[in-house]
Structures are given as structure tokens and as C-alpha cells.
């Protein structure tokens, strides 16, 4: 007997083994990282978010496709600006069409300083065909409690254009009653936080989950000892500081929003009857069930037959009626008769019984079902009737 032999395999099969481990092991991890998520990615903190600002200006240097100026908010308006600017409009006509009333929109993001700028949204709320080429005038924009919080004005860019010509007609591409500046606006006014000061953070989730919640106060539990997480609901969960942290709290927000959370969903189904679009989720499931489906099509043809006499032919008298001949509308002579004849067909698709085995997953789902040449919108009707036999373990959403 060959014990170096023996001990060679045993040696083989053990690193085998080890391999084998290492690899399961491997598939695992990447397996929950796949589905892990950032908490910043998933939640927010209470407390920060953005803040709607809107106000109400006017755009000028437009090449003649602004409002009409018997609009009335829109005369009005450009009369109280050359007002303010020491012009007289008393008993003045003004018929300019280059200007146009727009209202314009912005986000106030949180912890926005004095002096920062942001974005702003200008839409035209008159009868102007185009804002191409426009500057908007300052204007002041308030939230909602009537404040001023920042202050917009300058060029217009528009993300298509439109052309015609004297004659009518013309070209457009995308909407052109609606632009944005790019840092169009600035900051005058912050929003008051008392961030720092805070013993207690809200951390408020996307999509609410009992299981996701639970996993995220278990998260920030492991990893962090100076603060205590605590379930509120599905979609909240409260974190509060003990009394042996001394750091910064903008730092404890940073460590928070970076940690990873196992994300769990419901089984959902998502459809669009409107476009045809159906979106499933991983996680749904369907029971033993039958399918089949199949169209029925009616084809309606309408034909005209005329028939046309001979030449030279004798006429006949008026109100004299075409003869059939051998199946064929022979027309009186020195006639034209014209005779509708209608066609009706119908055709039924002959779809075999497709058996969906239990407990399979939405790929199987959806190679069972392309199988039988289903399309977008009979996938939205076969998934409909399965619901309705309760063989189908999902939310079925339509929208």
C-alpha cells in the first residue's frame, strides 16, 4: 500500500475543500454587498431638505415672440419698471411685443450661505411663443412664509428653438416658453439651523420597510457606541446621542450616512397601460398556474366594383338597373355602375397551454411567458387574470 500516495489525496482533497469554502464564502459576501445600500442612498435626515422659492419677473430682449401687449399684466408690469427708473408712462401707448411675464422658480438648498448662488426656472405665463434670446429682469423670489430669500436675473438658455416665416409655418424643437440660468440666482436671506446643538437626529426613509428600518437601527447600533438608534415606525428611526459623545455632530452624520444597510423589498409589479411598460420586481413569485393566450381579429374589406359599358354603346334609360350575368355586374348600356361589396373575416391565434411550475423566479416568469409570444400589453392582461386566480404573490400597481 502507497501511504504517500494516500497522504497526497488527503492533502488534495483538504485544499479542495478549502477552495471550495473560500469561493462560497466569496459568492456570499458579494451576494449581500449587491444588495446592500448606503444609508445616505436610502434616507434622509429630518430636518434637511430643500426649500421652494417663486417669484414673479419679466423677460425682455426677446425678437418679437413675446406677449401680445393687450396683455394686460404684462403692460402693466413693464410700465412700473420704466416708472422706477425715472420714466414718465402717463398717457403713453406701448405696443412692444419683445417682452414677456414669466414666473420664476427655485430650490433653496439646505445650509445655503449669503452670496451662493443657484439655479432658477423661468416659465412664461402669457401668450409669448418663445423666450430664445431673453434676459430676465431682477427678480425677487420668497418662500413661504413671504420672505426674500433670493434674488434672480440674467440670460435665458433655452434647450431647443423655433423659426418661421412671414408666410406661416416654421421649425420647433423641444419647449421654448420655458429656460433655466445657471446660477441665475443669489442667496440673500439663510435659513436658520440649529444643527449643531441637536442631541437627536431623524433618520427618514425613501420607501418605507419594516425590515429595512429594523436593519438600519441594527446598523447604526453596531457601529457606533456613543449613540443609541431606536425604531419610531416603517419609515423612521431616532438616534440619539449619549451623554460621553463629545465630537461633532456633522462628523456622527457623515459616519451615519456612510453605512452600509441590507435594502429588502415587496414583491411588486408595476404597469403602464398607457405605454406598455411593465417593471417586476426580484422578488416576485407566482403559484403552479395555466396559461394561455390567444387574440381574436375581425378583418373587414370594402370593396367598390365599377363597371364600365362599351364603347358606342346604346344609352338606356334613366333609372334602368345593372343585370348579373355569370356572378358579374354587367352595367346597362351607356352606363357607369359603381357596386360596394363587403369582405368579413375572422381569425383566432391557436395558443398552446403553457404550464408555470411553483415558486419560480421572475425570470422564469418572463421566459415562460415570452414562450408564447406574448407582447408588453398582453403581458399586462395575462398578469392581470393570474392576480384575479390569486396565483400571483405580488402588488399589482397600475399607473
Do not use: W
Not at 169 to 179: A, E, L, P, Q, R
Not at 189 to 199: G, S
Not at 239 to 249: D, I, N, R
Not at 334 to 339: E, H, L
Amino acid at each position: 500500500m502507497n501511504f504517500k500516495a494516500i497522504r497526497l489525496r488527503k492533502d488534495m482533497s483538504k485544499k479542495i475543500l478549502s477552495i471550495t469554502l473560500l469561493v462560497l464564502v466569496g459568492l456570499f459576501i458579494s451576494s449581500a454587498d449587491a444588495c446592500a445600500a448606503r444609508i445616505k442612498d436610502i434616507a434622509s435626515i429630518g430636518g434637511v431638505r430643500d426649500n421652494q422659492l417663486i417669484g414673479y419677473g419679466l423677460v425682455v430682449g426677446l425678437a418679437g415672440t413675446g406677449d401680445t401687449i393687450k396683455n394686460g399684466f404684462t403692460k402693466e408690469t413693464l410700465a412700473n419698471i420704466l416708472t422706477r427708473q425715472g420714466l414718465s408712462m402717463k398717457d403713453k401707448d406701448l405696443k412692444s411685443n419683445n417682452v414677456a411675464s414669466v414666473i420664476v422658480t427655485a430650490k433653496l438648498p439646505p445650509f445655503a450661505k449669503i452670496g451662493s448662488k443657484i439655479d432658477v426656472e423661468v416659465s412664461s405665463i402669457g401668450d409669448a411663443k418663445s423666450l430664445q434670446g431673453g434676459t430676465l429682469l431682477m427678480t425677487a423670489l420668497k418662500g413661504a412664509d413671504n420672505e426674500v430669500y433670493a434674488v434672480a436675473q440674467g440670460p435665458i438658455t433655452l434647450g431647443g428653438f423655433a423659426a418661421s416665416g412671414a408666410a406661416g409655418g416654421g421649425i420647433s424643437k423641444n419647449h421654448t416658453t420655458v429656460g433655466r440660468i445657471t446660477n441665475g440666482a443669489f442667496v440673500e436671506k439663510e435659513l436658520k439651523y440649529d444643527f449643531e446643538n441637536n442631541r437627536t437626529l431623524m433618520v427618514n426613509l425613501y420607501q418605507s420597510d419594516f425590515t429595512t428600518s429594523t436593519r438600519l437601527a441594527a446598523a447604526i447600533n453596531g457601529s457606533l457606541k456613543d449613540a443609541n438608534a431606536k425604531l419610531v415606525d416603517s419609515s423612521s428611526v431616532i438616534v440619539s446621542l449619549k451623554e460621553s459623545y463629545q465630537g461633532s455632530l456633522v462628523r456622527l452624520v457623515s459616519v451615519i450616512e456612510n453605512l452600509e444597510v441590507p435594502v429588502d423589498s415587496a414583491a411588486v409589479i408595476v404597469m403602464n397601460e398607457k405605454t406598455g411598460t411593465v417593471v417586476m420586481g426580484e422578488k416576485v413569485r407566482i403559484s403552479t398556474v395555466a396559461v394561455a393566450h390567444g387574440n381574436l381579429s375581425i378583418e373587414i374589406k370594402e370593396e367598390k366594383k365599377v363597371s364600365q359599358p362599351l364603347p358606342f354603346a346604346p344609352r338606356t334609360p334613366a333609372g334602368s338597373t345593372p343585370e348579373n350575368v355569370g356572378g358579374t355586374i354587367v352595367a346597362p348600356g351607356g352606363q357607369t355602375v359603381v357596386t360596394p361589396e363587403s369582405k368579413v373575416s375572422a381569425a383566432e391565434e391557436k395558443k398552446q397551454l403553457l404550464l408555470v411550475p411553483m415558486g419560480v423566479t421572475i425570470q422564469d416568469v418572463v421566459r415562460a411567458l415570452n414562450a408564447i409570444g406574448v407582447t408588453p400589453r398582453d403581458l399586462i392582461t395575462i398578469l392581470q387574470t393570474i392576480k384575479a386566480a390569486g396565483a400571483l404573490q405580488a402588488d399589482l400597481r397600475i399607473i
